[in-house]
C-alpha cells in the first residue's frame, strides 16, 4: 500500500506548549522558558509529527517519511533521532512524560498540550522582516546567542567576528530571529559578500530597505527613513567592505536612537560604541583513551557531525567504534562548523576511517557542500581563498610563511623566517596584528610570551600556498636554521631551569622539529640539515620521554651519512649520535650489545677529537650499560675512568652517584654510602658545572639521584629515612613532568623500598603508575620491570597462583633482553619463596641455589645476605635439612655484619632465632634477636621491626 502524505493540522502561526516548552512549527524552533532549545532538523520535525497528532500513534513509516522524505533509511536512524529527541526534552527530567514507544508499531506524543495563534497586529503585519530562515537551529552555539543577545542591552552595534566557515551568519541570524519581536519594525539584512566597492554599500543598504533609488546620495535617504523607526539591521560578511561599513555605521548610531546593527565580519569594523563578539570554534571531545559515543556526543562538534552525517542518508550510525574516530576528524578541523559538515558530507562515500585518513588532502575532499549554498561556503578552500584575496601583498607573504609552524610560534620565530633585507622586517608587528584581526591568526596573551597558531586549516591553505609559488624550501631552511640555534641554546639549561618550566619554552618545537625532519629526508630535502636538526633536538626527546621517536630519527641520520670525507667532517655529530642511539636502545630495547657497542664508538670518537666533555659522557652511557647488564667489576673501572676526568662539580657529582651504585650493586654498603653522601653534597647548579657543548643530563638524573640512596638507607637500617628519601624524589619526579625519571625512581627504588617495609598499598600504586607511564611512552624496559614487581608484590601478598606465572614470565623476559639485571637475582628470591609457599620447595630451592652462585660469580653481592635467609628457609621447609639451614643463616648474617646491612641482618636474625625456638633455645634465640633490634633507632612501625618486637614478645 502506498504511504498516504503525513498531514498537518496546525495554522500558521501556531504555538504548541507542553510543559516548559514551547513548539513553533512554522518557524522550526522549540523553546524551553523562552530559551531556544539546540535541535537537528530531523529530530525537530520528528517532534511537530507527533505534537501535531498528539495522543494519537504515529507509525514508525509515517515519521520515515516526514523526517527523511523520498529518502531509504534504516529504522535505526529513526531510534537515534528519537534518543536526541529525548535527550532534548529530558533536561528536566520529564522526557518519559512527553514520548512513549509504542512496540513495533511507532510513538505516541502523550503530555498535556495547548495551542495558540500568535497575533499579529497591523504593526507586526507591516514589520520588515528579510532574514534568511534558518532549517535548525545552530547546534552548540546556545551561548554564544545568550551572550550577542545580551551585548544589545549596552551597545547598539556588535560585530560577530571569526574565521571562514565558523557560523558567524548562521549565529547573526539566529540572534536576530530571537530578537525579531523586539523591533516594531522588524529586521532588515543586508549580505555585503558581494560587494567589492565601498562606495556601493549605502545604495545597497537603501535598497534593502525598499527605498526609492537616490543614487547621488542614498545615505541621506536612509537616515532620513531610519530616524522615526526601531529596527535591527543585520550587515554580513563586512569584510571586503569593512571601512565603508564602519562609516556607514557609525553615520547611522549618530543620526538615529532607535536604530541598532548587527555585524558579521572576519574582522571587527573598528567603529566608535561597537562591541567585538570572536566565535570561537565548537567545543571539542575530551582527549581520553577509549571515548565512548556518549561521551563524544557531550561534544557540538561530534553533534553537528553525526546529525550532518544522518541527514545525508549514507545510513552512517554512530556508536562507540566511530567515536574516537569522529572526534579525532573534528580534532583536525578545529571544531570549525563548516568543515565539519563539509567531512560529514565525505562519509557516504569514504566512510568515517576514509575520511579521518584522507583529511592531508582536505582542501579536495572538503568540497561539495550544499548547493543552495554560498560560492564561498561550498569548499573549504574557497572560504579561505575569500580572506586571503582580501589581504595585502605583504599579509598574503607573511601568511604563507606563517603556514610552516607546527603549533604554536612566537614573535621572534616569525622574524627568524623573515632575514632577507626585501621582507617585511620593519612593519612585521602591524601586518601580524592585521591578520590577527582579521581570523586569520590565534593569538594566546596569557603565557610570559605570546603564542601565535594557525588553525589546521587555514595552516593547510598557507602551505599550498608556499609551494605554489615556490618558497617552501627556502623558508624551511630558515626555520631548520632557527630550530638549531634555540635548541643548542636549551642544553645548557637543563639543570638550570626547573623542568616544567624547561619545557614550557622549548616543547612547542618538537612538531616543528618532526616537519623539517620530514622534509629533510624526502626527495627534495637535504638531508645535512636533517642531521643537524636531528642532533640538536636530542636532549628534547629525552626530556619529553620520546625514546622512540629519538631511536627512529637517530638511525634515520646515521644512514644518511654515507662513508668518505663527507663522514669525516661531520664526526662530532656522528659522535652525538651514536650516544643517543646507545642511550635510545637502553632504554627501547635493554642493554644488549648495541647499546654499549654505541656508546664505545662515541668514545672511540670522542678520544679522536681530543673532546673530554664527549668522553664523559660516552663514559657515562658505557657504566649505564655494564651496571645496567651485570657487569659490575667492568663497571666500577668506568666509573673511575670518568671520575678521572672530572673537573667540575657536575661530573664529580655524576662520578660520585656511579661510583655509589657500582659498589651498592657489588655489597659494599659503606663505600656506597661515602660517595652518596658527595654524591649530594655537590654543588651541581654552579655556573662552572654546566657545559654548553654537550648534555651530560640526558633526563633527571638529579631526580634520580636523589631516591639512589633510599634503598641503601633501607638496608642500612633507616627505613623511615629511605620511606622518605623515596618519598621526595618520587613527589619530585613527578613534578616534572618526565616519564623517564618517574619510572626511574619507582622501578628501582621506591618499589623494593614499599616492599621492604611492608606497605604494599604503596607498593601497589607504585607499580600501576609505572605500568602506565611505561605503556603511554613505550617504554618496553620498565614495562617488564613493572610487571617483575607486580608479581613480587603478589607472592608478597600471599596471591601466589597469579604471582609465580606472572613474575615467572616476566623474569624470563627480563634474563632474555639483559634489562637492568641487578634486580634479576632479588626476582628470584621472591619467585623461589612463592613456589616453596605453593608446596614447590625443590624448584624453590634450585632457583635460589643458582642466584646465590650468580651473584658470587659476578660480584652482585648487595642481597646475598636475603638469598642466603631465603635458602635456610626453604631447607626448613621442605623439614630435611635444620643443620643445613643453620649454615645458611650463619653465612647470610656473616655477609650482612660485613656490609654493614642491618635490615638484612634482621631478617636473618628472625629466622634464626625461630630455629632456636624450634630447638628449645628460647632464651639464646631472645638474646640474638634482641641485640639485632635494639641497634635500630627509627621504623619501628615497618613490617620487619613490627615483626620482630612480636616475635621477641613470644620469648618473653
Known sequence: MAQAPFRTETAAGAVITFGAFRLHPDRHLLFKDNKPV?????????????????????TKDELVTRAWPNTIVEESNLRAQIALLRKALGASGGAAHFIVAVPGRGYRFVAPISSSILADGAEAASAQNNLPRLLKSPIGREEAIKTVRGRFQRYRLTTIVGPGGIGKTTLGVAVAEQLLSSYKHGVCFLDLAPLANDQLVSGVLAAALGLADSSKDPLSGVIAYLRERRMLLVFDSCELVVDATARLAEALLRQTSDIHILATSREGLRAEGESVYRLAPLDLPPMSAGLTAGEALTSPAVQLFVDHAISRGSGFEFDDGEAP?????????????????????????????????????RFRLLAGGRRTALPRHQTLEATIDWSYEALSDPEQTLLRRLGVFAGEFTLEAIAAIMTEASDLDTDLPLHLSNLISKSLVVVDVHQKVAQYRLLDTTRAYALAKLSQRGEFNGIIRRLASYLCRVLKHSHGEIELVPADEWLGRYSRHINNVRMVLDWAYSP?????????????????????????????????????????????????????????????????VGFALQAPAAFTKALEMAENLHDVDAQSEALWGLWLCRVGMGEYRESLGVAQQFMKLADNGLDRFIGDRMMSMTLFCMGDCKGARTHADRMLAHDTFAPEAISTSSVRFRFGQSVTARVQPAQLLWIQGFPDQAVLAAKNAV????????????????????????????????????????????ATNALGPWEVFGRCWKGALLIKQGHGKRGIPLLRTALEELQKGRLFTLYNVRFLGFLAEGLASAGQSAEGFALVDAAIRHSEEKEEL??????????????????????????????????????DALSWELRTSMSMSRLLRERGEVAKAHRSLAKVYRRFTEGYETADLRAAKALLAEFS
Not at 42 to 57: F, K, Q, S, Y
Not at 325 to 354: K, M, N, S, Y
Open 38 to 58: 539546540a535541535l537537528g532538523s530531523r529530530a525537530l520535525d520528528i517532534l511537530i509529527a507527533l505534537a501535531d497528532r498528539a495522543g494519537e500513534l504515529v
Open 325 to 361: 574516530l569522529v572526534a579525532d576528524i573534528c580534532r583536525q578541523l578545529d571544531g570549525i562548523p563548516l568543515a565539519i559538515e563539509l567531512a560529514a558530507g565525505r562519509v557516504g562515500a569514504f566512510g568515517t576511517r576514509g575520511v579521518a585518513e584522507l583529511l592531508n588532502d
Open 524 to 588: 627534495n630535502g637535504d638531508p645535512a640539515v636533517g642531521l643537524a636538526v636531528t642532533v640538536a633536538a636530542i636532549p628534547l626527546w629525552y626530556q619529553l620521554s620520546a625514546v622512540d621517536e629519538c631511536l627512529r630519527c637517530v638511525k634515520r641520520a646515521l644512514l644518511s651519512i654515507g662513508p668518505g670525507p663527507e663522514r669525516d667532517a661531520q664526526a662530532r655529530q656522528v659522535m652525538q649520535l651514536y650516544r643517543a642511539l646507545g642511550l635510545s636502545q637502553a632504554f627501547k
Open 731 to 774: 613527589d619530585a619526579a613527578r613534578a616534572s613532568g618526565h616519564a623517564i625519571s618517574l619510572c626511574e625512581a619507582l622501578a628501582r627504588w621506591a618499589c623494593p623500598v614499599w616492599i621492604h617495609v611492608g606497605d604494599m598499598a604503596a607498593a601497589d600504586l607504585a607499580i600501576t603508575t609505572m605500568l602506565d607511564l611505561a
Open 862 to 899: 648487595w642481597c646475598v645476605a636475603e638469598l642466603l635467609r631465603v635458602k635456610g628457609e626453604i631447607l626448613l621447609q621442605d623439614g630435611t635439612g635444620s643443620s643445613s639451614a643453620e649454615q645458611c643463616f650463619l653465612q647470610s648474617v656473616k655477609f650482612a655484619r660485613r656490609q
